[in-house]
C-alpha cells in the first residue's frame, strides 16, 4: 500500500474514499469493498489534526487500511489554509487534479469544504460535470442504532468490547512493542508480556481483558491487565500486559497486536502475590472460556488474517 501524507501528488483514474476514518468501522469498510469492486485502485483520502486523538493511532490506522484492501493511503493534517478551502475548490483540486477521481465513495453524513458548505448531495449533484460518479451510502445499523465513531468511542470508555468488536469487525486493539517489565510474573510462575502503550489513543477502562494477540502472522489467545499493578509496591506507569497461553518465545523488543475482546473485571490490588497468581489462574480460566466461545463464532477479522 501507498501512504501519502502531503498534497503533492498525482494519480489518475481511481475509486475515493473520503472521510475521517476514525477506528475504520464496518460502515467504513463498506466504503472501501464497494470502491474495489470498480476495478480501479482504492484511494482512502483521510484527514487528522496536528495532535491526533483517536480510536487508533496513525500508525495503527495504517495497518487497518491496508488490510482492508486500500491501495493508496492519502493523511493529510488540517491546516487553516485546508479549513479555508471551499467546497469547489477542493473538488477541482483535490479530487480531480489529483486524485484523479472516477469514482467517489461518502457517507450520507459527509460533509467538506470551507464551513462544511460541500455535501454528499452535491457531490453527486455536480459529479458528472468533472467526470465523475458519486456512490452515497446511508448509515448502518446495529442494535437498531447507527454505526458511527462517535458511538464505538462511547463504547470503549464502557468496556462494552465485545460491541465495539461487532461495530469494527476487526476488534479493538492495541500495538506497541514489547518491553521488559519488572520480572514478578516470572516469580509467581506467570510470565507476561508488556507492552508500550501508544500516546493519543483511546483507551478502555483498567482492568482485565480476554484478548488475542497476534505475532508473526499467527494469533494467540491470553488474559491482559490494562492498568498500573496496583499490588506491586512503587509507582507504576499505566500499561498493558499480557500472560499468552501455551507460548514460550522470546520476543522482547518486537512489535506485537493485542486485541481486547472482553471486559471480565476492574484492575484490583491485592494483599499479597499469592492472591495475585491465584486471581490470575482464575481470570486465565475465564478468558479461555470466552476466547473459545468467540473463535468458534469466528466473526472477527484480524490485521494479517
Same mark, same amino acid.
Given at each position: 500500500?501507498?501512504?501519502?501524507?502531503?498534497?503533492?501528488?498525482?494519480?489518475?483514474?481511481?475509486?475515493?474514499?473520503?472521510?475521517?476514518?476514525?477506528?475504520?468501522? &464496518?460502515?467504513?469498510?463498506?466504503?472501501?469493498?464497494?470502491?474495489?469492486?470498480?476495478?480501479?485502485?482504492?484511494?482512502?483520502?483521510?484527514?487528522?489534526?496536528?495532535?491526533?486523538?483517536?480510536?487508533?493511532?496513525?500508525?495503527?490506522?495504517?495497518?487497518?487500511?491496508?488490510?482492508?484492501?486500500?491501495?493508496?493511503?492519502?493523511?493529510?493534517?488540517?491546516?487553516?489554509?485546508?479549513?479555508?478551502?471551499?467546497?469547489?475548490?477542493?473538488?477541482?483540486?483535490?479530487?480531480?487534479?489529483?486524485?484523479?477521481?472516477?469514482?467517489?465513495?461518502?457517507?450520507?453524513?459527509?460533509?467538506?469544504?470551507?464551513?462544511? =458548505?460541500?455535501?454528499?448531495?452535491?457531490?453527486?449533484?455536480?459529479?458528472?460535470?468533472?467526470?465523475?460518479?458519486?456512490?452515497?451510502?446511508? &448509515? /448502518?445499523?446495529?442494535?437498531?442504532?447507527?454505526?458511527?465513531?462517535?458511538?464505538?468511542?462511547?463504547?470503549?470508555?464502557?468496556?462494552?468490547?465485545? /460491541?465495539?468488536?461487532?461495530?469494527?469487525?476487526?476488534?479493538?486493539?492495541?500495538?506497541?512493542?514489547?518491553?521488559?517489565?519488572?520480572?514478578?510474573?516470572?516469580?509467581?510462575?506467570?510470565?507476561?508480556?508488556?507492552?508500550?502503550?501508544?500516546?493519543?489513543?483511546?483507551?478502555?477502562?483498567?482492568?482485565?481483558?480476554?484478548?488475542?494477540?497476534?505475532?508473526?502472522?499467527?494469533?494467540?489467545?491470553?488474559?491482559?491487565? /490494562?492498568?498500573?499493578?496496583?499490588?506491586? =509496591?512503587?509507582?507504576?506507569?499505566?500499561?498493558?500486559?499480557? =500472560?499468552?497461553?501455551?507460548?514460550?518465545?522470546?520476543?522482547?523488543?518486537?512489535?506485537?497486536?493485542?486485541? /481486547?475482546?472482553?471486559?471480565?473485571?476492574?484492575?484490583? &490490588?491485592?494483599?499479597?502475590?499469592?492472591?495475585?497468581?491465584?486471581?490470575?489462574?482464575?481470570?486465565?480460566?475465564?478468558?479461555?472460556?470466552?476466547?473459545?466461545?468467540?473463535?468458534?463464532?469466528?466473526?472477527?477479522?484480524?490485521?494479517? &488474517?
Amino acid at each position: 500500500m501507498e501512504i501519502i501524507r502531503s498534497l503533492d501528488f498525482n494519480l489518475n483514474k481511481t475509486a475515493v474514499c473520503i472521510g475521517k476514518f476514525d477506528g475504520i468501522h &464496518k460502515g467504513h469498510r463498506l466504503l472501501i469493498q464497494k470502491a474495489r469492486e470498480t476495478g480501479l485502485p482504492v484511494v482512502m483520502f483521510t484527514f487528522q489534526m496536528d495532535q491526533p486523538t483517536g480510536i487508533y493511532t496513525p500508525e495503527e490506522k495504517v495497518l487497518l487500511a491496508e488490510s482492508a484492501g486500500v491501495d493508496i493511503l492519502i493523511t493529510i493534517t488540517v491546516t487553516e489554509e485546508f479549513m479555508h478551502m471551499s467546497a469547489y475548490d477542493f473538488i477541482d483540486d483535490i479530487l480531480c487534479s489529483r486524485c484523479g477521481a472516477r469514482e467517489v465513495f461518502v457517507g450520507e453524513d459527509f460533509a467538506f469544504g470551507y464551513q462544511r =458548505s460541500g455535501t454528499a448531495a452535491m457531490l453527486k449533484a455536480v459529479g458528472p460535470q468533472y467526470g465523475f460518479v458519486t456512490n452515497v451510502f446511508p &448509515k /448502518l445499523r446495529v442494535e437498531d442504532k447507527e454505526v458511527s465513531s462517535t458511538r464505538i468511542r462511547g463504547e470503549i470508555s464502557q468496556g462494552n468490547m465485545e /460491541l465495539v468488536g461487532e461495530l469494527m469487525a476487526t476488534p479493538y486493539f492495541i500495538r506497541g512493542q514489547v518491553v521488559s517489565g519488572n520480572q514478578i510474573g516470572r516469580t509467581i510462575d506467570v510470565p507476561t508480556a508488556n507492552i508500550l502503550l501508544p500516546e493519543g489513543k483511546i483507551l478502555p477502562p483498567q482492568g482485565v481483558y480476554a484478548v488475542f494477540l497476534e505475532h508473526g502472522g499467527k494469533v494467540f489467545k491470553g488474559v491482559g491487565n /490494562l492498568g498500573t499493578k496496583p499490588t506491586i =509496591s512503587g509507582q507504576n506507569p499505566l500499561g498493558l500486559e499480557i =500472560s499468552i497461553f501455551d507460548f514460550h518465545e522470546d520476543i522482547y523488543g518486537e512489535e506485537i497486536t493485542v486485541y /481486547l475482546t472482553y471486559y471480565i473485571r476492574p484492575e484490583e &490490588k491485592f494483599d499479597s502475590l499469592e492472591e495475585l497468581r491465584m486471581q490470575i489462574e482464575a481470570d486465565q480460566m475465564i478468558a479461555e472460556d470466552i476466547l473459545a466461545e468467540q473463535e468458534t463464532e469466528g466473526s472477527y477479522i484480524f490485521l494479517n &488474517k
